[in-house]
């Protein structure tokens, strides 16, 4: 299997970058990965992306340096098993409610004696029965990367708890769940926003673990640094194309060219309800 590039920049106190593709052609992950970001955000839990394509945008991203950060949905602690089986070096594992629920994250993505994940070696991650069984098992333990993501107030009240959890990496907060539950959608400048900031660096520091979160630009992201946080997620493809187009007519528009925006009609339409 390849070692996690994200796991080994942590271990040796560097910060990571990653970032989510939303496309599903495999050239996006192949072109992300030889640019040389440190991981790619797959992303199985909001979109309808189906085991058999999660694979082949694993093997494109082969091709270059990224980890493959896989994000099932969940409680899908079967379907870890597959997308670590394809070639994932790592799982985001999202609404971490309490120190149960991550030790169950760790039960399904180890294998003995860390866990109970079932053994095959046949896809991508031996990889194709390639490595020697004994070897194999010790390197996927030890490089396989475990993320929890603490999105609701009650997970952030379970902090200490999770990241006390053996086998837990990095705790994410996930500010935009956790705003909407709280009840303060998508405010993200809000005091209950900054201090579940520092409640996860807290909880992270005191049980040795890395921590991270979304972030929207280098000024953010420079106040998570100073934190603590080390994993850090920024944009998406889908994101990147959207402003290209737009800056596209807003800089042609004035020369006469007429477009028929049908997203931003449909935007503005929900604003004026």
């Known amino acids: ?3 996690s590039r994200v796991k080994a920049k942590l271990t040796r106190g560097e910060p ?3 970032t ?3 496309f599903i052609d495999p050239s996006v992950y192949e072109f992300v990965s030889l640019m040389g970001f440190d991981g790619i955000w797959l992303d199985l839990e909001h979109h309808s ?4 394509t999660a694979s082949n945008l694993m093997r494109a991203a082969r091709v270059g340096v990224s980890d493959i950060i896989a994000r099932p949905a969940k409680g899908e602690f079967m379907r870890m098993g597959r997308l670590l089986e394809a070639g994932a070096q790592g799982i985001m594992y999202p609404r971490c409610e309490s120190a149960d629920e991550a030790q169950e994250l760790v039960r399904w993505a180890k294998f003995a004696p860390q866990g109970q994940r079932g053994v095959d070696g046949a896809n991508g991650d ?3 029965c390639a490595i020697p069984m004994g070897p194999y098992l010790k390197a996927a333990n030890e490089h396989t990367l475990l993320i929890a993501q603490l999105e609701s107030p009650t997970a952030l009240d379970q902090a200490a708890a999770i990241a006390g959890v053996p086998g837990i990496d ?3 907060l996930g ?6 539950m709280a009840g303060i959608p998508f405010q993200f ?3 209950l926003i900054s201090d579940a900031y520092r409640r996860v660096a807290d909880a992270a520091k005191n049980a040795g673990k890395w921590w991270g979160t979304v972030s929207g630009s280098p000024e953010h992201t420079q106040m998570l640094l100073d934190l603590g946080a080390t994993f850090i997620c920024h944009g998406c493809d889908l994101i990147m194309v959207k402003r290209g187009m737009e800056q596209v007519q807003t800089s042609f528009a004035p020369l006469g060219f007429k477009f028929e925006n049908r997203l931003a009609a449909e935007a503005a339409g929900l604003e004026s309800l």
Do not use: A, Q
């Open 170 to 172: 990095v705790l994410m």
């Open 126 to 128: 031996n990889p194709y």
């Open 49 to 52: 992306t189906s085991d058999e």
């Open 1 to 3: 299997m390849r070692p």
């Open 175 to 180: 500010p935009g769940d956790l705003s909407v």
């Open 20 to 22: 989510c593709c939303h």
């Open 16 to 18: 990571v970058l990653i």
């Open 189 to 191: 400048d809000h005091p």
